[in-house]
């Protein structure tokens, strides 16, 4: 079964405010990253989290991750229409070798 | 100075036909892999080569077979194509921890 799950399917909002999107997990993970994806394109690489990490920071966007709750959200703040694109989690595994395990994606919309 | 490139971007073709995807990395990184998402994006790994050696092999139909000349490409040889093999299918390279895409090669099947 799939290892991620993202939380919302997908997100309006308007452009200045921030976006939170949210990932679960189901196994022990040696790190957490993000990628966005924008419309006929491929996975950019946006942030990694390693397991040891609680938040990271990469420009407006912030990250944390509860390994407890086997959870991680990713924040953008004030967001421009540029940032409108589907954001996926994937979870590279304790066990996994070197494989990452995506989540299903939020497709995040800005609206100017 | 592309670091991850797919050929072709666009293939559509036949059912019971053969094609090819390429893919090539300058990036000098030694594991390469092969993804496929389907129409609702859901990315599934297929094959994982590292420096030439396959390392992850899914559970995919023997249909489709990778082949790493060198440990900067590694092509997708697909035989007999099936309707439900539409979708785009994307290599990447891996550095420490983060993989890096290509742009993503679009299959029809007809």
């Known amino acids: 079964s799939q290892q991620g799950e993202e939380d919302p399917q997908a997100l309006s909002i308007q452009e200045g405010e921030n976006a939170t999107m949210n990932c679960s997990y189901k196994?022990?993970?040696?790190?957490l990253q993000w990628y966005r994806q924008n419309s006929g394109r491929g996975l950019v690489h946006l942030i990694l989290i390693r397991s040891n990490e609680r938040e990271k920071h990469s420009g407006r966007l912030r990250v944390t991750l509860d390994t407890s709750k086997k959870s991680s959200s990713l924040l953008i703040t004030a967001s421009r229409a540029a940032d409108t694109a589907s954001y996926f989690c994937?979870?590279?595994?304790?066990?996994?070798?070197?494989?990452?395990?995506f989540g299903e994606g939020t497709q995040l919309t800005v609206n100017p | 100075d592309t670091a991850v490139s797919q050929t072709p971007k666009y293939l559509v073709t036949q059912m019971g036909n053969d094609k090819s995807i390429k893919c090539e990395q300058n990036l000098g990184h030694d594991t390469m892999y092969w993804y496929k998402q389907d129409s609702k994006k859901f990315l599934k790994i297929m094959f994982s080569?590292?420096?030439?050696?396959?390392?992850i092999n899914e559970t995919v139909p023997n249909r489709f077979s990778p082949k790493s000349p060198d440990k900067a490409h590694l092509n997708l040889h697909i035989n007999s194509l099936e309707l439900g093999d539409s979708a785009v299918y994307f290599c990447?390279?891996?550095?420490?921890?983060?993989?890096?895409f290509g742009p993503g090669t679009r299959l029809l099947v007809l």
């Open positions: 080569y590292n420096n030439k050696e396959l390392i």
């Open positions: 196994t022990s993970i040696n790190n």
């Open positions: 990447a390279s891996r550095s420490v921890g983060a993989q890096y």
């Open positions: 994937a979870t590279d595994g304790e066990t996994s070798g070197s494989r990452l395990t």
